[in-house]
Every structure is written in C-alpha cells, then in structure tokens.
C-alpha cells in the first residue's frame, strides 16, 4: 500500500486588496453617469446596436467624455 502526498496547505494572507477595503463603489461627479451613459448609447446606435459590446461602449464613452472634459479645462 502506497501512502498519498498531500500538497502542502496555503495560508491564507492577512493583506486585502486595496479594492476590497472599499467597500463603496467609486461616486462619479453629478453628471457624469448620465453623460457617459448617453454617450454609451450613442456609441451602440453607431456601431450596430451590437448586444455584446456593452462593456466597451461603456469604456469607450467614459475616455471620450473624460478627454471633453480635459480639453473644457485647457
């Protein structure tokens, strides 16, 4: 009779991620849901109104909005 290795146990780590210690989503300014959403929509319109690409219209209508906000700032 063979005896079976047991891979050796894993502690757990104390650290917690940084995004873990918030236990709050991060508040956008008053607004700027709204707008990145209308943009977001646009986006969708624009591409085909595409099911599967929620994520990156939501992406890439929050970069065009922070850059019109940057270039208002300028």
Request: aromatic fraction near 6%; proline fraction near 7%.
């Amino acid at each position: 009779m063979t005896s079976a290795v047991k891979p050796p146990i894993k502690k757990k780590s104390s650290k917690r991620s940084p995004l873990a210690a918030s236990p709050q989503a991060i508040e956008l300014p008053d607004g700027m849901r709204e707008r990145i959403s209308r943009k977001a929509y646009e986006l969708w319109q624009e591409r085909g109104y595409r099911e599967d690409q929620d994520l990156e219209n939501w992406l890439d209508a929050e970069a065009i909005v922070m850059e019109e906000i940057h270039e208002a700032r300028e």
